[in-house]
């Protein structure tokens, strides 16, 4: 089993910045990707990125790419999205979740969070 608690949504400007980070616990050795996912109201839950706990390797959204960072700190099991630059599109329920592999698809992810709300104003 392994859990994830996200956290460090909020209300932001847009051009603001936030800091999501996601915090495992349990058996994280099993589950060597990590991965940000966000669902907007009436839409289906997108790919944001993804990073690899062993190579810190990563993969972004084109949509996210140059504005958001995702990374890891091994020690603390903690996995971060830096989200800077925030546009009113990027409103929506940010999850983290865990799998075998780095993947696009949600339904290669068998571990998720309860999400966090991030909210863009214009």
């Known amino acids: 089993q392994v859990q994830l608690v996200e956290s460090g949504g909020g209300l932001v400007q847009a051009g603001g910045s936030l800091r999501l980070s996601c915090a495992a616990s349990g058996r994280t050795f099993s589950r060597d990707a990590m991965g940000w996912f966000r669902q907007a109201p009436g839409k289906e839950r997108e790919f944001v990125a993804t990073i690899r706990w062993t190579t810190g390797s990563t993969y972004y959204a084109d949509s996210v790419s140059g504005r958001l960072t995702i990374s890891r700190d091994n020690a603390k099991n903690t996995v971060y999205l830096q989200m800077n630059s925030l546009k009113p599109e990027d409103t929506a329920v940010y999850y983290c979740?865990?799998?075998?592999?780095?993947?696009?698809?949600?339904?290669?992810?068998?571990?998720w969070g309860q999400g966090t709300q991030v909210t863009v104003s214009s």
């Open positions: 979740a865990a799998g075998y592999r780095r993947s696009l698809r949600a339904s290669d992810y068998d571990y």
